[in-house]
């Protein structure tokens, strides 16, 4: 299964983007890139996911590369409850798992 | 809210109770799953029923019994746990589990807590 790689920890600044960057330089031509967000005490939510070209929902949008070895989750306004660990997860072809990495750590600040 | 529900929210049980966790969705999913979460560590995959079969075991010990009496509910039987067991116990759905395609959708846990 293909590793991801993200960020330990990041900050932003209420109202401003946030960009959560990962790698995933192993992935399958066929494996799409899933990023969930686990608000503390919650289960994880569903943000956005993409095979090849750029998503966006109302949530936020997903740029991955034109080689597909990395991708960017944005949230374009930042709020408090945006504060978050989100994960990154490259989802097999043809299979029932969804395996969670470490993530990230988003702390939104006023 | 989620659209996947899942009861009791908190749960405390000996070493020596039987208990079940209960999981529910209306959304019409043929997929669902049971994660485990220690705190501060990401979910784990235990168990994946798809058209109610069981499709995926992750080694996962036997005093957990997974059961999907129909495509709307799942159920978690436990027995005879350990302390290392208390843990957050996650259940999810999606519309076809080998659908790469389909989101899983998650509720919010069960608390368990083993004495």
């Known amino acids: 299964d293909a590793k991801t790689t993200q960020p330990p920890s990041m900050d932003c600044a209420e109202g401003r983007a946030a960009n959560l960057p990962c790698n995933h330089s192993?992935?399958?031509?066929?494996?799409?890139v899933y990023w969930y967000r686990q608000i503390h005490s919650q289960g994880p939510q569903y943000i956005i996911h993409g095979l090849k070209n750029n998503e966006t929902n109302e949530m936020a949008s997903l740029i991955i590369t034109e080689d597909r070895k990395s991708s960017t989750l944005i949230l374009p306004h930042a709020t408090l409850r945006d504060t978050a660990v989100y994960y990154c997860i490259v989802r097999p072809y043809n299979t029932d798992k969804l395996i969670f990495g470490t993530g990230t750590r988003l702390q939104v600040f006023p | 809210d989620t659209e996947v529900t899942q009861t009791p929210k908190h749960l405390v049980m000996g070493m020596t109770n039987k208990k079940s966790l209960k999981c529910e969705q209306h959304m019409g999913h043929r997929a669902m799953y049971w994660y485990k979460q220690k705190a501060k560590k990401p979910p784990e995959l235990m168990f994946v029923?798809?058209?109610?079969?069981?499709?995926i075991n992750e080694s996962v010990p036997s005093r957990f019994s997974p059961e999907c009496p129909n495509s709307s509910l799942l159920n978690l039987h436990l027995h005879a746990l350990q302390p290392e067991d208390s843990a957050l116990y996650l259940c999810a759905s999606s519309q076809e589990g080998d659908n790469p395609n389909a989101p899983l959708h998650f509720g919010n846990g069960t608390r368990l807590t083993v004495t």
């Open positions: 192993t992935i399958s031509g066929n494996e799409y």
């Open positions: 029923y798809s058209y109610e079969k069981l499709s």
